[in-house]
Every structure is written in C-alpha cells, then in structure tokens.
C-alpha cells in the first residue's frame, strides 16, 4: 500500500465518526464498528509503535502477538477519522490490526481526544511541513510545531468571547502619596495578592486571585518589613494592629473572597454550591471593590502559589513580592501582521497612548503588567477583558494564523475585535 492515505482510493479509507462537536472517539464507537475484541481471559499481546507524521498522517507499527507486523495509517479530519493499513483494511471493513491499534488509543479512559494529530494545510505537496516537527523524545513520538512557530492556530480551536464594551469598571484616581511614618519593630497590616498558578486544575476547581492580610514587623528603621508574622485566615480583628476605616473595609473584602474560593467551598459542605463562573465574576466585582481601597496600603504583595492550601501560618519572605497596584485602566491593542503564507494576530496594551507589551512573567488573572515594569499590575477593565488577557497570555500573547483558515475558521473573530477596540493592520 503506498504511504500516503490521499493516495489510497476513497473505498480503501474506513471513516469512524468522532462525538459530535470534539475530535474525541470513544469505546462505544470504535466497537459499533467491528466485531473483533480483546479475549476475556489471557492477555493479547499487541504493540503499537508510531513512527512518522507526514502529510497529516500518522503511521503505527502494529504488531500482534508473533504475527508479522503491519502498518496502519490514521489521518484526522473534522468530524471524523480516517483509517488505513497495509492488510484489508477498505470502506466497509477495518482490519484486525486497525482495530487493535486503535483499541490501544482507548486503552485506560475508552475515549481518546485526536486533536493532537490535527494539522490540516500545514504540509505542502510533498507531505511536508515547514512549520511542523515530529520525532521521538526521551522515547515518546511527539508533533510540535518549531519554536518560531509556536501557538499556531488549527481549525477547531476554542476562541474566546469578546465582550460588547471597552473596559467598564469605575476610573479611579490615584490618592495622593501618604507614607506616615512608622517606629521601630512596630506591628503593620500588609496585603498579599495570591495568583493561584492552578496546575492541572479542571474548570470545575480553578482558583482565582485573591487578596490575603497579614501583619508583620517592621525593621529598626521603621521602614520596610523586618519579619512576617501571620497571615489573617480567618480574618481575626483581635489580632490586628490599629486599622483606618479602609483597612477594616478591605479586611472584610478580603474574607468573602476566601469564602468563595474553591479550596474553602469544598472544605464546608453546607454552603451552596457556586461554580467556576459565577466564583470568577463574583471575585472579580470584589476586585473591583477593594481596588480604590487597596491604593491607599503601604505594603502590597505577590505570591504565585500552587495551591490556597499551602498558604497556612505565615508568610515565607523569599516567597512574596512586592508589588503595586495602579488605578490605570489600560486599553488594548490588537494588530494583524501580514507575514506572507500566514497571519500574526498580536495583542499589546496602551496607557496615556503609550504602548506596551505585556510581561512574560506569570501575572495574576484580571490584571496586566508591562515587560518593563512587570511588578506594576492594572485591573483590567471588565470581566471580558481578563478572559481576553488570560487565553492570549497563555500563547505568548501572539497567534500566527494561516491564511488558508482565516477566512473560514478566524476572520469573525478578528471583525468582533475590530468593532470593539479597532485593530493595526501591518
């Protein structure tokens, strides 16, 4: 059989659907479809070995027990997968070994997302492809794509919603400088912006940033943090030192944030249940909230963190950052780059008509910070806003498109962008 599934007549290709609106087949499917299966007692032996991804095919080495091996060739489409082998594999019938390869695709969960293997009109008339790699890597077979090409848009991709405004929260004044004067080793509050960094968190579970107390120390000086004390979990007014009104009002800010956090829903079995959405724009209405009164601290701080279980006790100093927080609203910006075969689709921010790339460093949701000034965060002006920010700080804040999907697949959402915050065409 030739090595190319284009090349194979349309009634030697067997097509198994894929659950509608994913590229994910599952175990109900794959069976519905052939009459072969594993046997119920003993083991069948069968290695699966992929070897090579060209023109948008995959190739797997497929040998079964002590039987020689055969080659089956699988290419993603749509809705649908097609498949190949090197035995009788034709449109009304797929082979054994097609079936036992695909049986180990489905081996632990009995269903299998296939959008790693889609990358439609990325090869050229020779089946290859100057944006793509394939290899083996520490004995796994991966497809990537090169590294001046990474974040590429493929068809299918999830895009998100782009509001029906421009930032719509209240503009704040910044208040005026007032840095009273503190005594040696005296008793200060400080406020610890947590960024919940939510590594192989569902939906379900996500965690958003939110604003921590603590008290602490300060040096002979007077003047900086000489040692961390607590945070304020619950926040305990007994163990305050001498709050202003807006203290109080943040604290109190502070502790319904924590109420609505994944981690403490799931620890008290009585509240209702609230999920990811509604926590995200719940928290994000507090931010809004606690913002004019959080320009008016002293001692702010970051810290990313896995997980709001490890913020127990104290502080560790080599842990939290210092930070400030503006009352700007920075404006977006889009731009649209015309690189020949493909687009680049790129999103920067604007402040008093200033534009600035945003920083790679790990910045928490609902704010921006510059490449030049990355401990300086802005809340961003909505909800819709943070979405926008959070899924293009996930790919480098860049997306090169092919031209040959823009129309079909991206134009809508660039035009919804443009009618929103205009766009650079370069």
């Known amino acids: 059989m030739n090595n190319s599934i284009l090349k194979v007549p349309e009634h030697r290709l067997y097509k198994l659907p894929f659950r509608v609106g994913s590229k994910i087949l599952d175990r109900c499917t794959l069976d519905a479809h052939s009459e072969f299966r594993a046997p119920k007692r003993g083991y069948l032996a069968v290695n699966v070995s992929k ?88 004995g796994k077979f991966v497809i990537r794509f090169k590294k001046r090409y990474d974040n590429f848009f493929r068809p299918g991709m999830a895009l998100p919603e782009v509001g029906s405004s421009v930032a719509t929260r209240i503009p704040y004044p910044s208040p005026a400088m007032f840095c009273p004067e ?16 939510n590594r192989n968190e569902s939906e379900m579970y996500i965690e958003y940033p939110m604003l921590i107390p603590f008290t602490a120390t300060l040096n002979l000086a007077g003047t900086a943090l000489r040692s961390l004390t607590t945070y304020l979990i619950p926040v305990r007014d007994q163990l305050h030192p001498e709050l202003s009104d807006s203290q109080y009002n943040l604290n109190d800010i502070c502790s319904e944030m924590l109420k609505i956090s994944s981690y403490y829903l799931k620890k008290q079995p009585d509240t209702i249940s609230i999920d990811a959405s509604d926590r995200k724009e719940i928290l994000f209405t507090f931010w809004q909230e606690a913002l004019p009164l959080l320009l008016e601290q002293q001692f702010v701080f970051y810290q990313n963190i896995y997980h709001l279980k490890y913020i127990k006790n104290k502080p560790v100093k080599k842990d939290i950052n210092t930070c400030t927080i503006s009352a700007a609203i920075p404006c977006l910006d889009f731009t649209l780059r015309d690189k020949g075969e493909y687009y680049i689709f790129e999103l920067k921010f604007t402040l008093d008509k200033k534009r600035l790339n945003f920083t790679s460093s790990i910045i928490p ?14 809340l961003l002006g909505s909800l819709a806003e943070a979405e926008l920010v959070s899924f293009f700080a996930r790919i480098n804040f860049k997306m090169p498109i092919l031209k040959a999907h823009y129309k079909e697949h991206f134009k809508t959402f660039v035009e919804q962008i443009r009618g929103i915050y205009g766009l650079r065409e370069k």
Not at 183 to 195: D, F, M, Q, R, T
Not at 370 to 376: E, I, Q, V
């Open 51 to 138: 070897t090579a991804f060209t023109n948008g095919i995959l190739t797997i080495i497929v040998k079964i027990e002590k039987e020689d091996a055969e080659r089956v060739y699988i290419m993603v489409k749509d809705d649908h997968l097609l498949i190949s082998c090197s035995t009788d594999t034709d449109s009304s019938y797929m082979s054994r070994h097609a079936y036992f390869c695909l049986d180990r695709f489905l081996w632990y969960y009995n269903e299998r997302n296939f959008d790693e293997y889609y990358y439609p009109d990325f090869f050229d008339e020779n089946g290859n492809s100057k944006y793509l790699i394939s290899c083996k890597e520490r």
């Open 182 to 197: 503190f005594s040696a080793n005296e008793k200060v509050i400080g406020y610890c912006l947590l960024n919940p960094l």
């Open 365 to 378: 949701r609902f704010f921006a910070a510059s490449d030049c000034n990355p401990n300086l965060f802005y």
